[in-house]
């Protein structure tokens, strides 16, 4: 059973659950199909309200932990963005009383924090592409201790029972902490029951299902198709948006995940928190995760995974026929 009488768990569930409900509510009341389609509002306010909403309730909790976030105030301090700034602070104002446009660009700051020895990294939302089309995203968020993931949360309000997810249409909650294990739970809040997170059984190259992104110029099309045939997997790839991938790898309901350097950015380094949070879910759910090369993925190079190159995640059984497939494309 997972363990919550630690705080920094507990921590990580409450907040992600709160900043998934609060992002949630940015899209039902701001994204509509009035909205053109590069339009990013909807998401600019979602992501810094996000940020700003952990930032504060980090500081609060524990304010010796840095913050490693995605996301800056310097942009939303321009007095173009003025508009921008008071709907985000609307929205956080839902949840913290006192804020005000300033002290919501100080929370969101927080996130400039420098990765140390211990310090958390968050995704206020990872796959925006896929918030924007109502597709799936994930708030991310970990907790790195001397390089290494200890605790990663991901909330997905878009993975639901549709996607023969967790009970209910409220979205999922996915959560591992090193060594004790890999759950998943509803995002409602006062759901707390908790299924524990196994991958596949499959072993067969040929029988896996694979993972990708949903956007093709985040990775490599023609060399998974390369990848494929090397492997002479038969079904088609599960193209998705963020690290809702990693979840469902970890469900076992994909095989293979891959992340291929795409042609137009063949120097792509991984954000570290693209990757910290779904990485520990796989492998707490008995899966492997490392680069394309095989290395282990390095948390200790600041905001980047800057010795690593792509990412490759499996069920563990297939990853040595994976990474031999990817020596032979030359991947
Ligand atoms: P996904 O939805 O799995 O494609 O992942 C979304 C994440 O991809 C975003 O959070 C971006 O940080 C990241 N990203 C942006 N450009 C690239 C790229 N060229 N290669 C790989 N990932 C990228
Ligand atoms: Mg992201």
Redesign the pocket.
Known sequence: MLNLDRPETKFAVDIVRQASQLVKQVQAEMVSPALTKDDRSPVTVADFASQALVGWALKETFPDHPLVGEEDASELRQPIRKLALEQITQFVSRYISQATPEKVCSWIDLGAGKPTKLFWTL?PI??TK?FLRGDQYAVALALIVEGQVQIGVLGCPNLTEGNQLVAGGKGTLAIAVRGEGAWLTSLEADVDSYQPLLVSDIAIPAQARLLR???S??TNISQIDYFAQELEVEIEPVRM??QA?YVLLAFGKGDLYL?LL?PK?PD?R??IW?QAAGSIIVEEAGGQVSDLHGKALDFTAGRMLLNNRGILASNGLLHSDALQALRAINA
């Open positions: 995704d990872d796959g896929g992104s949903l956007e110029e985040h948006d963020s991938k992340r795409s950015q792509y991984e954000r693209d």
